[in-house]
């Protein structure tokens, strides 16, 4: 088979379970420059952004990867249309600029899809208010930005929109847009970031907890350590420590400069339904608005077989491991997507699946959960330690370099300086479709096409390890299920070449298993990739079957409402 040129580190089986304990040894004997608290896409762009300035990193969570609110998002990279009316031009206009570097230098991942954004008698917005709002997005998307939006906004008439969307409510349209914006799947959005920053040396480990801080003279020069998965701790050393551990933010910040709230995070809670788009029956992505209070939420197409609903904004003051959907969530998100689509065919019967997250927005008093800014923020407490929170998933390369700018301000690491935008650099997983496809017809393996286009899409050039793993097993290209497109060779893919430690990280992070496959089914599913997981770990039994008990516990809590 021809090979494209692959970057080595990314594909050497250094970064994965069976070598985490040379990880945790170079925690202990190296004196880093940054050490990152919390691996979300903050954290993971500021680690990434770091070594590309040549700093040595290092970066830690007490959860998996993306195991907080950087799996659990819309899934969307987009400026955020909805924020203009409230003002902020600026966020726009960076997260708009962040989407056009991404969608041209990680093409697999961020895939165009186009918004309907529909005038309705008696609603919140005109027609010249949705013009007017699309014409601005599409400037501030081109407007001194190197990479381009993927399309203009077009205006329609109500016929035009009764024929790309069928099945929309007819009563009350009186016309809209159509505009554009990206698909992503942000837990691997959030792996591949941090694989950047290990391909260039940096040291990043999961389940692995800070507990306190060690100063010298009051200032932090490092941190203490849990190794959840040995019950081990130790101490590591760092010039800089950074705090970017979103909605744990306020845990981790012991002193506060007076002008900060206290505490610094209003979490509010976020939860998606998924279904087949077959059971919706829509064509292309949606803005609605909710028929209980006027909140806007969308209804997104993931591909050509699934749909998502959601978010919900509500203030949260629950457990922040893991968050559930309330059937309150679920009823939210029903009575208004079936006013939307009367045809639609949803309901708790054919959920696929549910997810919820929580935001870290910025404390702002006075202001409802839908209207509090999605602007980050950024403190040097008197201790030494830098925090980063808040901000949009789309801006994370943006907040990263800002943060960058706040750390030059205070003298750290001059040699580090760069020009604006240095890190909007192709990512080295990024892979053009075309590419893919010759490569693929090459390989020689044949595989479904709908398979192939997953694996592409959701792994980039790591899609030809796969296609390589195929070669050597060709039982590694059974799907897990029938009725969707992931397979076995993907799995293994995730084994080895990355840090993976549990099965719900398998269907939870590295895969989007927990979405996409009925729960009803998720038990099947579950003892297929745990013998997968048990002959790579060489896990005993009693191991197996408890990763499986854990896992099948967490998909019956995202489903409890409904029993």
């Not at 594909?11 to 069976?18: A, Y």
């Amino acid at each position: 088979m021809n090979e494209v040129k692959l970057e080595p580190r990314l594909f050497d089986e250094s970064w994965n379970f069976k070598n985490r304990d040379h990880y945790i040894n170079n925690l202990q004997e190296t004196e880093y420059d940054i050490f990152v608290i919390g691996a979300g896409i903050t954290g993971a762009g500021v680690a990434r952004e770091a070594t590309m300035r040549g700093l040595r990193v290092a970066i830690v969570d007490m959860q998996d990867f993306a195991g907080g609110t950087s799996s659990r998002s819309s899934k969307l990279g987009h400026g955020g249309i909805r924020y203009l009316s409230h003002g902020d031009i600026d966020l726009v206009k960076e997260a708009l600029h962040e989407r056009n570097w991404m969608r041209v230098h990680i093409p697999h991942l961020i895939r165009p899809i186009p918004f309907l954004f529909v005038e309705l008698e008696g609603g919140k917005y005109k027609k010249r208010d949705i013009k007017g709002a699309a014409k601005l997005y599409d400037f501030l998307s081109d407007k001194d930005s190197e990479f381009k939006n993927y399309k203009p906004f077009q205006m329609l008439s109500p016929e035009e929109i009764f024929k790309i969307e069928p099945h929309y409510i007819k009563e009350g349209v009186l016309g809209g847009a159509v505009y554009y914006d990206t698909n992503l799947d942000d837990a691997r959005l959030t792996l591949e970031t941090i694989k950047e920053a290990v391909i260039r040396g940096a040291d990043a480990v999961s389940y692995c907890k800070v507990i306190s801080y060690f100063k010298d003279n009051g200032k932090i020069i490092g941190v203490n350590c849990m190794d959840l998965e040995n019950n081990y701790n130790f101490r590591v050393k760092a010039k800089l420590v950074i705090n970017a551990t979103g909605v744990w933010t306020d845990n981790l910040l012991e002193s506060y400069p007076d002008e900060i709230p206290k505490p610094l995070i209003r979490p509010t809670k976020g939860v998606h339904l998924q279904y087949r788009r077959k059971n919706i029956k829509n064509n292309n992505a949606a803005i609605v608005f909710s028929k209980k209070d006027g909140r806007a939420f969308f209804v997104l197409p993931r591909d050509e077989d699934f749909t998502i609903i959601g978010t919900t904004d509500t203030d949260y003051k629950g457990e922040l491991v893991n968050p559930y959907c309330s059937k309150e969530d679920a009823d939210y998100l029903i009575e208004s997507t079936n006013y939307y689509f009367p045809n639609a065919q949803i309901s708790y019967e054919n959920i696929l699946s549910t997810y919820a997250g929580i935001r870290p927005l910025v404390m702002q008093k006075g202001k409802s959960e839908s209207d509090i800014s999605r602007k980050h923020i950024i403190i040097f407490s008197d201790d030494g330690l830098l925090t980063i929170t808040g901000g949009k998933l789309t801006e994370w390369r943006a907040m990263a370099e800002d943060l960058f700018n706040h750390i030059l301000e205070k003298n750290y690491f001059p040699k580090a300086r760069k020009p604006k935008d240095f890190s909007k650099q192709p990512f080295i997983i990024g892979f053009n479709k075309n590419e893919w496809l010759k490569k693929l017809k090459q390989s020689g393996i044949n595989i479904e096409s709908e398979v192939a286009d997953h694996i592409y899409q959701q792994y980039g050039k790591g899609a030809i390890k796969i296609l390589e793993l195929i070669k050597g097993d060709h039982l590694l290209g059974d799907r897990i299920l029938k009725d969707n497109n992931f397979i076995k060779a993907e799995i293994v893919y995730t084994l080895r070449y990355e840090m993976t430690l549990h099965l719900i990280d398998v269907f939870c992070r590295r895969t989007e298993m927990a979405l996409w496959i009925n729960h009803k089914e998720v038990s099947k599913a579950a003892h297929i990739v745990a013998d997968l997981m048990q002959k790579e770990y060489l896990w005993d039994d009693e191991i197996k079957l408890k990763e499986i008990s854990q896992y099948l516990d967490y998909i019956e809590k995202t489903v409890a409402f409904m029993k």
